[in-house]
């Protein structure tokens, strides 16, 4: 059971929008910096917005973040078929002092 | 950005012991704090463990107090996970990542696999 809650699986057609949900606490996301994570098969996992909302350098901004409360929300738009893969979402919990995650949601692009 | 590389996974027995290696280079090691996250064969991911900069504040998960250590040696560029008295649970793909700005990790490494 992850302290974090995500939608197992969310499915869109190419080219759609698609977001996933990541629901905590006030010990982690409510009083924390959210961020995400994209994994392909048989890689480890790449960051693709931190402290909320940022990018880092070389993710397109097809890719958004965003936190009210205690849920942050991943928003990807323009869908591409390599888009495929799982995303969890993470953050500090200061009650645990140390990182939780979400149980992980696998994108598929019809 | 840099880079992150791990070493020492292996197949252990229950109650035996391993020593993680994680080699960083192309960025300042000693000014970030390091971590240690695992995923078990087709889970999700976990964090395991959290070592400051300076190596003065570390952090576990509670799975693994008592059993696992972190440590770096700042003048190698490398950051250690000491793992004692395993449980087949323990079995996963272990990665180092590198912090940045609110708790994130902006650096992985290719992961070691540890079988228990």
């Known amino acids: 059971q992850s302290v974090l809650t995500q939608p197992p699986s969310v499915s869109a057609a190419p080219g759609q929008k698609v977001t996933i949900s990541c629901s905590g606490s006030?010990?982690?996301?409510?009083?924390?910096?959210a961020s995400w994570y994209q994994q392909l098969p048989g890689t480890a996992p790449k960051l693709l917005i931190y402290?909320?909302?940022k990018r880092p350098s070389g993710i397109p901004d097809r890719f958004s973040g965003s936190k009210s409360g205690t849920s942050a929300i991943l928003g990807i738009t323009g869908l591409q078929t390599g888009d495929e893969a799982d995303y969890y979402c993470?953050?500090?919990?200061?009650?645990?002092?140390?990182?939780?995650f979400g149980g992980g949601t696998k994108l598929t692009v019809l | 950005q840099g880079q992150l590389e791990e070493s020492g996974g292996g197949v252990v027995q229950p109650g035996g012991s391993l020593r993680l290696s994680c080699e960083a280079s192309?960025?300042?090691?000693?000014?970030?704090?390091i971590h240690w996250v695992r995923q078990a064969p087709d889970k999700g991911l976990d964090w395991v463990a959290y070592?400051?900069?300076?190596?003065?504040?570390?952090y576990y998960a509670d799975f693994v107090k008592g059993r696992f250590t972190i440590s770096r040696d700042n003048s190698k560029n490398t950051l250690f996970l000491q793992m004692n008295s395993l449980r087949a649970e323990d079995t996963a793909v272990y990665y180092c990542a590198k912090e940045v700005g609110g708790d994130a990790f902006d650096v992985w490494g290719q992961g070691t696999m540890v079988s228990v």
């Open positions: 993470g953050a500090w919990d200061s009650s645990l002092s140390g990182v939780v």
């Open positions: 402290e909320n909302n």
């Open positions: 006030s010990s982690n996301i409510g009083g924390n910096y």
């Open positions: 070592i400051r900069f300076d190596g003065s504040k570390k």
């Open positions: 192309g960025f300042a090691f000693s000014s970030y704090g």
